[in-house]
């Protein structure tokens, strides 16, 4: 019964307890680290994506441009690259600077992450450099699609969003553009770069201000006080398990054993599933199922989902294997130790009962 018992507590406590503990350990070297995440935004394909179709976005919202006839998304992407206003590089240092935000939020050295877009530098080079600027209205005339029936571009104090051509010929084409890029050149300050903020939020910063028992705590204090917590409950269920399935020392260490096999050998061949090559396939497949983004935008997120499963497996793979050879060791030593004699009872002399004098 009470090795009955000590494996129901395995199952259903010992082992999820010590898994948890293993999982925990397997991502706080990474979870918290400043550096890891930087390091995974260092892939431009990220930017490049970015560039083609989110920040064209967020500029049609700043312009409060009707969501019907926004700037087309391609063609804006498309002159901001060629202005040379917006690099990967820069996006890389904006992405930076908003990790550098959110980590000094954890480490309490801030009251509230902020996620900010600075808009100045892409500003400041199409109002000043005639190159860029140049070459910003150029590409975007080339670009912006042809004005359909439907469609008007009559507002001589806005940024056209079509080009209106006359004819299909090279000359025709030629004409349109040189009007369209003579029109977004005369409206672009005015119409463009001074209804785009000079900073853009990325969203509400979070408010403290009632958090008062926030104060002074971090993330990682945090996360490390219940990595403390975790492993000492653990620990202690571990131990008590063992007292109950066994009667020696003998078999404490075989029960405590088996109780770290339970939890780490499945965390040590997760470990290794998340290490193989066959995993990246089955996430790529998902993501292409549920990304409506281009090729290059889900090979730069792969890349980042294979850092940080990458990053877990290793651990989980390492610690696993590691309590599952202390699992190992205990279930030796223990089946080392000599059994001990099994106690018998003193013997009880019981006289046999008869006639007088008749013999047995």
């Known amino acids: 019964m009470r090795k009955f018992l000590a494996f129901i507590l395995i199952i259903t406590i010992v082992a999820p307890l010590i898994a948890v503990t293993i999982g925990l350990l397997a991502i706080d070297p990474w979870i918290l680290d400043r550096d890891f995440y930087t390091h995974l935004l260092s892939d431009k394909r990220l ?5 083609t179709e989110e920040l064209p976005n967020q500029i049609n919202r700043q312009m409060n441009i009707s969501e019907s006839d926004p700037l087309p998304v391609n ?26 935000n959110i980590f000094d939020f954890f480490e309490g050295k801030t009251v ?40 008007t571009d009559t507002d001589e104090s806005a940024i056209p969003t079509c080009r209106v051509q006359e004819g299909t010929s090279a000359e025709a084409k030629a004409a349109a ?28 910063p979070a ?10 705590v971090t993330l990682r204090s945090l996360l490390n006080e219940a990595l403390g917590v975790l492993l000492l409950v653990s620990l202690l269920c571990w131990f008590v398990m063992g007292l109950i399935a066994g009667n ?12 770290l096999l339970f939890a780490a050998v499945p965390c040590a061949l997760l470990g290794f599933v998340l290490n193989t090559a066959t995993l990246g396939g089955i996430l790529h497949v998902t993501l292409s199922a549920e990304m409506a983004y281009s090729e290059p935008f889900e090979q730069a997120m792969m890349g980042v989902f294979s850092s940080i499963i990458g990053a877990t497996g290793s651990g989980l793979l390492g610690f696993g294997v590691v309590t599952s050879a202390i699992g190992v060791i205990f279930i030796i030593f223990g089946s080392r130790m000599t059994k ?3 106690k018998i009872g003193p013997l009880v ?8 004098g008749q013999e047995w």
């Open 47 to 51: 930017y490049e994506a970015i560039l």
């Open 75 to 100: 063609a804006l992407g498309e002159a901001l690259r060629a202005s040379g206003a917006v690099t990967p590089e820069y996006l890389r240092d904006q992405a930076v600077m908003m990790t550098n």
């Open 112 to 151: 509230a992450p902020e996620l900010i877009l600075d808009m100045m530098p892409i500003k400041n080079k199409l109002k000043n450099d005639i190159e860029a600027q140049e070459n910003f209205v150029q590409t975007l005339a080339k670009n912006l699609p042809v004005c359909t029936v439907s469609q």
């Open 177 to 204: 553009v040189t009007a369209t890029a003579t029109k977004i050149k005369a409206n672009l300050r005015n119409a463009f770069l001074d209804r785009i903020k000079d900073e853009i939020s990325l969203g509400d």
């Open 207 to 216: 408010n403290m201000k009632d958090a008062e028992w926030f104060s002074g």
């Open 248 to 259: 020696s020392v003998r078999e404490r260490m075989i029960w405590w054993g088996l109780g």
């Open 340 to 342: 001990p004699p099994r």
């Open 349 to 356: 002399e019981v006289p046999l009962s008869g006639r007088p």
